[in-house]
Nanobody
């Protein structure tokens, strides 16, 4: 089993920045992609960004390109999502997950954290 714990969410205003963290524990995640998804009330879980644990390749949803950056610190078993120029439409619960493939599909993820709330007001 892999345990994932998100942190760093909060309430901010349009244009502000936040950095989310996803700390992994349990079995090694070296064979996985680590992804960030978000889910607003009444909506499906939406892909945001992903990074393979053993590579520097990064993947982003079009809606966040140029504003969000995914990164990892292997020594801390942690994945980050730096969110800049936040907009009200970014408001959602943000989830960290681990998948072996099909990284843009939430159904492919084997492990999920419990989520962290991000609220952006105008």
């Amino acid at each position: 089993q892999v345990q994932l714990v998100e942190s760093g969410g909060g309430s901010v205003q349009t244009g502000d920045s936040l950095r989310l963290s996803c700390a992994a524990s349990g079995r090694a995640v070296t064979g996985y992609f680590m992804g960030w998804f978000r889910q607003a009330p009444g909506k499906e879980r939406e892909f945001v960004a992903a990074i393979p644990w053993s590579s520097s390749t990064r993947y982003y949803a079009d809606s966040v390109k140029g504003r969000f950056t995914i990164s990892s610190d292997k020594a801390l078993n942690t994945v980050y999502l730096q969110m800049n120029s936040l907009k009200p439409e970014d408001t959602a619960v943000y989830y960290c997950g681990a998948a072996r493939y099909n990284i843009r599909q939430p159904s492919a993820y084997e492990y999920w954290g419990q989520g962290t709330q991000v609220t952006v007001s105008s």
